[in-house]
């Protein structure tokens, strides 16, 4: 089924390990994004891309990075795992950028990371 | 201060009858507003999505209205069903259509249950 798929579902994290979350759409999308999902808040963005190649940092960056190789695929690290970035990760593709297009995003089914 | 603002936080109603969900914002300058439905352990799923020239939108039993003078929207909900139960997402587009990127803002979403 074509959207977008998101590795692994969930993962428990000692603190000071690092992982990469892994994220890919076969929907040929321009765009692609990195969103953190806290309880009883808005999805924060931490990294998007506007193409293969180019990225850049959202609204909470901090403890994490990202890389845009090919079109498909978005990973992103956290590099020394903390507390705080547990939570659950949403990565979402779109056609166009948010401001310009009628076009909803498509977003993975999440991976929920918890840092011990 | 977030800048979308949604009510109620949560809503409990009976399978059949009818619910208004509400969103206010103070994103400026507003590109469009978008209505997603989140199942819980899902990614969200977009529901409508209205530009500044739209007063309502369906999508089969959704109904969502726009007044952008006021910057309210709200998300109606006919002879809800149980599968209709799920987190309702309120996402504001900041821009204007020549930008090359326009950044959402997300609200923190209504808890909806339906009971039989």
């Known amino acids: 089924n074509a959207g977008v798929t998101q590795t692994p579902k969930f993962r428990i994290l000692k603190i000071g390990q690092s992982m990469t979350l892994q994220c890919t759409q076969d929907?040929?999308?321009?765009?692609m994004y990195w969103y953190r999902q806290d309880p009883g808040m808005g999805l924060k963005l931490i990294y998007y891309?506007?193409?293969?190649?180019?990225?850049d940092k959202g609204e909470v960056p901090n403890g994490y990075n990202v890389s845009r190789s090919t079109t498909e695929d978005f990973p992103l690290r956290l590099e020394l795992a903390a507390p705080s970035q547990t939570s659950v990760y949403f990565c979402a593709s779109s056609y166009d950028s948010a401001g310009r297009s009628n076009y909803g995003y498509t977003f993975g089914s999440g991976t929920r990371l918890t840092v011990v | 201060k977030n800048q979308v603002e949604q009510s109620p936080q949560s809503l409990i109603i009976l399978e059949g009858k009818n619910c208004t969900l509400q969103?206010?914002?103070?994103?400026?300058?507003?590109?469009?507003l978008r209505w997603y439905k989140q199942d819980t352990g899902r990614g969200p799923v977009s529901l409508t999505i209205m530009t500044f020239s739209e007063n309502t939108k369906s999508n089969g039993r959704y109904t969502a209205t726009l007044d952008a003078d006021t910057k309210q929207s709200s998300l109606h909900i006919t002879a809800s069903q149980l599968s209709d139960s799920a987190s309702y997402i309120c996402?504001?587009?900041?821009?204007?259509?020549?930008?090359?990127?326009?950044?959402?803002?997300f609200g923190a979403g209504t808890q909806v249950v339906v009971t039989p």
């Open positions: 969103c206010n914002y103070t994103v400026s300058p507003f590109s469009n």
């Open positions: 996402v504001v587009s900041a821009g204007v259509p020549t930008d090359s990127w326009g950044k959402l803002q």
């Open positions: 891309s506007v193409g293969a190649g180019i990225t």
């Open positions: 929907m040929n999308h321009n765009y």
